[in-house]
């Protein structure tokens, strides 16, 4: 189990540039989740995906944030036109999507990628 | 709507004292409920869970919760903690939709020498 690796660790980018993320899961996951955490504060859900299905986007910040996961492995997530807002740090998560319910809520999170929009 | 309380922003604790964490929940279904560690720096580890059964769990690192239907709570405890334990701490629900988790805003263990 090599647990849930996320690359870039950091990213400083200056203000309107574009921005990607990548995000290998558990391999046997097939959940994924974005999260966006900003200093004193829990994880704020983005969004999730079921293989390559992206099930739930609503909760993605604005039309500048994106996510895909092509091939039901690893995701990317981007900002496009970056703002000084969006510095925080962006976690991702795995859990099982199959077998008892609980499990899909027990999620495994990688280091995250801090990101700092200069 | 669902939320989480993590009523102590911080509690400082000195090394070898015993920890008692709290986390008040507002869900009207039998809840799944986690508890997560943080280390400066680095992402989310999964401490315990609690899904249904015996309402003492035992997690990693020496910490256990318990879960309180009464009041709502499931609370974080150890026994004697350790410097490395300094660290901050988030509790969460599972909810239903979308399996997502809802989380607490964390409390931060500052310990002491």
């Known amino acids: 189990d090599t647990g849930v690796s996320q690359d870039p660790r950091h990213k400083i980018t200056k203000r309107g540039q574009n921005v990607t993320f990548r995000c290998d899961p558990i391999?046997?996951?097939?959940?994924l989740y974005w999260y966006r955490q900003t200093l004193g504060q829990g994880p704020e859900f983005l969004t999730y995906?079921?293989?390559?299905?992206?099930?739930?986007k609503s909760r993605l910040l604005s039309d500048r944030f994106s996510a895909e996961r092509p091939k039901g492995s690893f995701s990317t997530l981007e900002i496009q036109r970056t703002e000084q807002g969006d510095s925080a740090m962006y976690l991702c998560?795995?859990?099982?999507?199959?077998?008892?319910?609980?499990?899909?809520?027990?999620?495994?999170f990688g280091p995250g990628t801090r990101l700092t929009v200069t | 709507a669902q939320s989480v309380t993590q009523p102590d922003i911080h509690i400082t604790v000195s090394e070898g004292a015993s920890l008692e964490l709290r986390c008040n929940y507002s869900?009207?279904?039998?809840?799944?409920l986690f508890w997560y560690v943080q280390s400066p720096g680095q992402g989310l580890q999964l401490l315990l869970k609690?899904?249904?059964?015996d309402t003492l769990v035992q997690g990693i690192k020496g910490f256990e919760a318990e879960f309180k239907r009464s009041q709502s709570s499931f609370n974080l405890r150890k026994p004697s903690v350790h410097w490395s334990d300094a660290a901050e701490y988030f509790c969460?629900?599972?909810?239903?939709?979308?399996?997502?988790?809802?989380w607490g805003a964390g409390t931060k263990l500052i310990i002491k020498p």
């Open positions: 998560a795995s859990s099982l999507g199959t077998g008892a319910v609980a499990l899909a809520y027990e999620q495994y």
């Open positions: 391999s046997e996951h097939n959940r």
């Open positions: 995906f079921q293989n390559e299905a992206q099930l739930e």
């Open positions: 869900y009207g279904a039998t809840p799944y």
């Open positions: 609690y899904f249904s059964g």
């Open positions: 969460a629900v599972g909810q239903d939709s979308n399996y997502q988790l809802i």
